[in-house]
């Protein structure tokens, strides 16, 4: 079983994540087995918002050398989730968009 706060690992802040503030479009670096199910009701149940719409991007790491020893950074996960129009915004990202 998954817990909300083991689903969500962190937000995103970007410039391209604040144009789509205005939009009520959030992303988050999600964990990379959870379904968008999964990540919908983890940010309904975090958050306390309704979610419209779920888009998920799986990145591959970046490879990486140190001499001549070569590595792989983590592949990451990404949701841009977009809130319903009637919904309230997320607080912490509030303050952050100006």
């Known amino acids: ?3 909300a706060h083991d689903i969500i690992i ?3 802040m ?13 992303t988050f670096i999600v964990d990379k087995n959870a379904s968008k199910t999964e ?5 309904e149940k975090v958050f306390g918002v309704k ?4 888009h998920t ?3 591959l790491g970046k490879m ?12 990451t996960k990404k949701a841009y989730v977009k809130l319903t129009e009637d ?4 607080e912490f990202f509030d303050g952050m968009a100006q």
């Open 1 to 3: 079983m998954k817990y």
């Open 10 to 12: 962190k937000p995103v």
């Open 14 to 26: 970007t410039e391209k994540s604040y144009d789509h503030l205005a939009d009520k479009t959030y």
């Open 39 to 43: 990540i919908r009701q983890a940010i």
């Open 51 to 54: 979610v419209k719409s779920v």
């Open 57 to 59: 991007l799986n990145s």
């Open 64 to 75: 990486k050398r140190q001499g001549m020893h070569e590595g792989r950074r983590p592949s």
């Open 87 to 90: 919904s309230k915004t997320i």
